[in-house]
């Protein structure tokens, strides 16, 4: 695994010195390396996205990728025999006890976000990746934030929630557009009670709050026999409660639940080839 040696944007360089100075101990850097491809705007968006959700408070530091040249350049050997080693001179501080790098891919209209954990202090390869899709810059943004939080934060707790219903069908979780239908994936949520809320052009959008349960897949079934977006599809059983724009808050039927045990894509990819470029 080799990090590229690339052409950071001004604007990305700019957004990464903002970011909180590196701390002495448990410090994560996201490395944001620029790829051909996507886009330096994506590349941008991401950086700020993670910087303003919080993870520099957390100890994430955005190095920019001028950086990591400069690290090859000051130790070639270092780097060939060892990514960690590349890592740790990004940083400048040997205090920190995991690299986030990443790798973005465009395939069809869709993206596909790879996140990676380097362990520094065991100088271990890389371990643990996540597959984040997305079909657009506004829900890759809110992907790379959800997983980079993940990879911050591994104690944290997440289910996961699919909606299928036919193609083109907008999904919103507490507010925010998510997906559309069909969904590449399951979107990742914290455990507990979220507003989820399914439009689809003009028909009466479906509004309810769903329960999302530790290491548990649920999925919410809905489709539109007439003018408005209804989840009692299929004859399944209850499992949702529902609010109609025009109605209270009440009960309407039911969503079909999947049960499957998840958490993240982990393994080792030693072969994955290149990480580092989030753009």
């Not at 997906?179 to 949520?189: A, E, I, K, V």
């Not at 959008?205 to 599809?233: E, K, N, S, Y």
């Amino acid at each position: 695994m080799r990090l590229p040696v690339v052409v950071v944007p001004v604007v990305l360089t700019l957004l990464a010195m903002a970011a909180v100075p590196a701390r002495a101990d448990n410090t994560v850097y996201a490395v944001l390396p620029t790829r051909s491809g996507v886009g330096a705007v994506v590349e941008a968006e991401l950086a700020t996205t993670m910087m303003r959700v919080g993870l520099a408070e957390r100890g994430v530091v955005v190095v920019p990728v001028d950086a990591v040249t400069a690290a090859v350049d000051a130790n070639r050997t270092a780097c060939a025999q060892s990514p960690v080693a590349c890592a740790r001179l990004v940083g400048r501080t040997i205090g920190a006890v995991r690299v986030v790098a990443s790798e973005l891919f465009e395939r069809g209209g869709a993206f596909d976000l790879l996140l990676v954990l380097v362990d520094v202090r065991s100088e271990a390869e890389p371990g643990a990746w996540q597959a984040v899709p997305a079909r657009d810059r506004a829900t890759l943004g809110l992907q790379a934030q959800q997983a980079a939080v993940q990879l911050v934060r591994p104690d944290a707790v997440f289910g996961r929630l699919t909606v299928t219903m036919s193609p083109g069908a907008e999904v919103l979780v507490d507010g925010v557009a998510r997906d559309r239908t069909p969904m590449l994936s399951p979107l990742q949520l914290s455990v507990g009670r979220h507003e989820v809320e399914v439009r689809a052009g003009r028909l009466v959008p479906w509004r309810g709050h769903t329960d999302i349960v530790l290491d548990q897949t649920t999925t919410l079934a809905l489709c539109a026999p007439g003018d408005t977006i209804v989840d009692t599809c299929g004859g399944a059983a209850p499992a949702a409660t529902a609010s109609s724009p025009k109605r209270p808050l009440l009960v309407v039927g039911g969503m079909a639940a999947a049960v499957g045990t998840a958490g993240l894509v982990a393994g080792a990819v030693a072969a994955a080839g290149a990480a580092g470029a989030l753009e």
